[in-house]
Structure formats: C-alpha cells, structure tokens
C-alpha cells in the first residue's frame, strides 16, 4: 500500500492526470488504493478509466482469482458478465471501491481470443455486450455518468469487430501498435478508427518489456519469454537506436504517439523512480534520421507516421 501510495503522488507531482484501472487489477485492490490517493482532491482535475466484465464474488482463499499471478489480494473470484444488469453491478462496485461517482470513461473488458482462449468464446460474449452490456454503456453515456464509452483489449480483430458493431468513443489496445509490430492495426483498424474519430490509449508500448529491457536472455513479449524470431528483430531495431545514440525505450514510447488516433500511452510505473525515468524517457530527444532508418532497414512499417 505505501509504494502504491508513493508512485500515485510521485505520478501527480510530475504532472500525470490520467489514472486507468479494472476491478480485475489487484481483486479490488488497484479501485481501494486509488480511493485514498483520490480523495479530497477536485473531482475535474483527473480522468479516470475503469471496466466492465468482470463481477467479483467472494470465494474461499483456494479458488481466487490469479493464484500465482496476484498476491495478497482479496479472496475474490472473477465471473465473467457483460449483460446489462451485470455493465450497472460492476459499475456500482467500482464506484464503492473508488469513493467517487462519475467516471470520465467506462471500458468493456477483455473480449479477446488472449483471455476467452477461443474465437468461438470471444463472440460468444461479444454478442452478449451488443445484445444486452451495451445498451447500459449507451444509457450511462447518455446519462452523463460517464463521458466516454469503448473497450479495453489485447488484440486487433477484435477491436475491429467492436468498431464496426458499436458507437464507440475509443479503445484501449494493449500492445498492438508499437515499434515493433505495425503492420496488422494499419493494414485497417487504425484507417477505420481515424476515419470514425474513435480514439485509442495504447497500453503496453513495450510489449511487456522487451522494448524496455531489450534482446536480454528472459526478456519477455505478450507476457511469455520473447520467441526467438521477436529477439532478433529487436536486436535490428537496437543497433539502429545505438547509431543514432538513443535508448530504446525513448524510441519505443513516443513511436506510437505520433499517429493521429492515438491519445495516450500506459507505460505503467510501479514505484516513484518508475514514475521519473518515464517522464525522463518521453522527454528524450530524438534525431529525424532514426525513424528513416528505421524504416529504410525494414524494421517499422513505411505507412507508419513518424515523429517530427
């Protein structure tokens, strides 16, 4: 709770007003600690992000949620539900955990092949949120209970298969468009966004870290140790970095902001000197000729927009 604590100022201080969470993250815990560090301050100072998809159900110690994955969290088992009824008992537990009562925007959660482990699962649920959770994102929408309305994934065809079947503001993307892979949200989810005015925040700009850490041993992509195919490309894209006498991660972090739907980045930051170094790395400047390069090498694709 303290390095929590202390990573939430250190990120206000540096002048960050953008906080996203889920009630998957920390079982709870990730909305609780943010209620304290929330409190007592203005309400039109900071944005805030949360889920649907999830409702929390106590549950014995044995059968929580992420054994392996979370600790010390509360004994809490996720079920998944993206009805109507279940958009407005998340929404109502989120607002409890947090100690607020409106969100600036109110994500769907995860309705990916990554997490669901089947295409037949994914729109299985997927028809669930457009037949039923859907209409309760709308309404809050309309309401003014929240001012934005998308969804937050891991992969592309689905953020397509929503932007087509919604009216959505924006998604969150996790690791789909970053220095090292383009190729796919170019070829026609990122035209269709910008053409819709929809809007994304990028999560996961260094893929889970590889494009932090670099082709070390154990460097790790999409949450599992980088393939050998993903070392070598990486190893490309640092040689270009290191002529250029620029830290990879400076490069990682400010590629994908250059393209016009893109109107954030999480980074993530788990303590104070987390907080700093980002701040430090997106400040960076970086030479014109890296990005030529870059993509004379191959190494980012030519429709890429690069950072002037």
């Known amino acids: 709770d303290k390095d929590a604590a202390a990573t ?10 953008y906080y996203d969470t889920a009630p998957l993250y920390g079982l709870g815990l990730s909305e609780t600690r943010l209620n304290a560090f929330l409190r007592g301050r203005k309400r039109s100072d900071y944005l805030l992000s949360t889920k649907i998809g999830r409702v929390l159900h106590v549950c014995p110690p044995a059968e929580r949620t992420g054994i392996g994955k979370f600790f010390n ?36 959660h995860d309705l990916d092949i990554f997490t669901h482990g089947s295409a037949e699962k994914r729109d299985h649920y997927m028809k669930i949120l457009f037949d039923s959770g859907f209409k309760a994102l709308r309404k809050l929408r309309d309401e003014g209970v929240v001012k934005a309305i998308g969804a937050g994934i891991n992969e592309v065809d689905a953020c397509e298969m929503l ?41 996961g700009p260094y893929n889970s870290g590889i494009l932090a850490t670099g082709a070390k041993p154990g460097a790790r992509y999409n949450y599992d140790p980088a393939p050998k195919a993903i070392l070598e ?70 429709r890429a927009p690069t950072p002037k």
């Open 73 to 108: 969290t509360p004994s809490r088992k996720e079920e998944y539900d993206y009805t109507y009824d279940g958009v407005y008992r998340s929404l109502e537990a989120s607002f409890e955990r947090l100690g607020i009562d409106s969100i600036d925007i109110l994500f769907a």
């Open 233 to 302: 490309r990486v190893k490309k894209i640092e040689a270009v970095c290191k002529a250029h006498k620029v830290k990879l991660p400076e490069a990682a972090l400010r590629f994908p902001l250059t393209h016009p739907t893109v109107v954030s980045v999480i980074p993530g930051a788990v303590s104070p000197k987390e907080v700093a170094l980002n701040v430090k790395t997106m400040s960076a400047k970086l030479p014109k000729g890296l990005w030529k390069d870059l993509k004379a090498q191959g190494l980012i694709d030519t």
């Open 8 to 17: 939430l100022e250190a990120a206000w201080k540096a002048g960050i007003r």
């Open 163 to 203: 932007a087509r079947g919604g009216d959505f503001d924006l998604f969150l993307l996790a690791g789909r468009y970053t220095l090292l892979e383009q190729e796919a949200a170019l070829d026609s989810l990122l035209p269709l966004l910008e053409q819709r005015g929809i809007g994304i925040v990028l999560g």
